[in-house]
């Protein structure tokens, strides 16, 4: 007590993880969890994965902000100035898109829930839309200070590390899924702009660039042919 999880708790063992001055409940894992939920309650009829479903629906719902953003946590440590009074808009884009995706395979036995899931990750699309992004400027934004527009994290093209520097790629890959699932116009303009760099920022020569970034960057393009048909993503 309180109600809490952690992305780092035990799979094997039955027992809590230890209650650390950070919480680690990341809202994207949240998402995963609600989706593999979902398939296996379509598997099983098991009713704990519907009320495990309805309890992280809730979770996350009760600690977004006005904007419909969360946290990358909802409990840090004022000492931890990384994660403290921080908003994430990957975590919350990637939640609302797990949403839509646990909807789709609910949609015939259970409507309501499924009418539920899309409307609450409709609201953290939109949380993540209403960050501090300038894409006509290549500004893509992974956190933001809590109750203002000041940035905390860009998202790169090349030379990403992990956690706290995300390859922008990545991200807009989530963005195209969502498009799919959810008909946003305004993720598959995210996502393109994003790509757009991929094209035409050459590798850097000063600093490392994990074959990671190349991955989700072939990712992107692929997809965004396969969205347009345009041929300059394929060449």
């Known amino acids: 007590e309180p109600l809490e999880y952690c992305r780092h708790a035990y ?20 998402g995963f969890f609600i989706l593999d939920w979902a398939f296996a309650w379509l598997q099983s009829g098991r009713e704990e994965f519907l009320e495990q479903i309805g309890t992280m629906l809730d979770y996350w719902w009760e600690k977004k902000d006005d904007r419909g953003l969360l946290r990358i946590e909802s409990r840090s440590p004022e000492s931890a100035t990384e994660f403290y009074g921080v908003n994430n808009m990957v975590q919350t884009l990637s939640l609302g898109v797990s949403l839509h995706e646990a909807a789709d395979l609910l949609d015939e036995k ?115 042919f396969d969205l347009t048909g345009d041929e300059s993503w394929l060449e």
């Open 110 to 224: 259970q409507p309501d829930l499924a009418a539920t899931m899309r409307e609450r990750g409709n609201v953290y699309i939109g949380g993540f839309l209403a960050g501090p992004h300038d894409i006509g400027n290549r500004v893509f934004v992974g956190e933001s200070r809590i109750g203002t527009n000041e940035i905390v994290t860009e998202l790169v093209t090349w030379g990403s590390s992990y956690g706290r520097k995300s390859p922008a790629a990545s991200t807009a890959l989530i963005a195209l899924c969502g498009y799919r699932l959810a008909g946003e116009e305004r993720l598959f303009e995210w996502a393109e702009a994003a790509g757009k760099p991929c094209l035409t920022v050459p590798l850097p020569g000063h600093i490392a660039v994990p074959v990671r970034d190349c991955a989700v960057a072939i990712g992107l393009v692929a997809d965004l």
């Open 11 to 30: 799979i094997e063992e039955k027992r809590p993880y230890m209650r650390y001055e950070r919480s680690c409940d990341f809202p994207r894992h949240g």
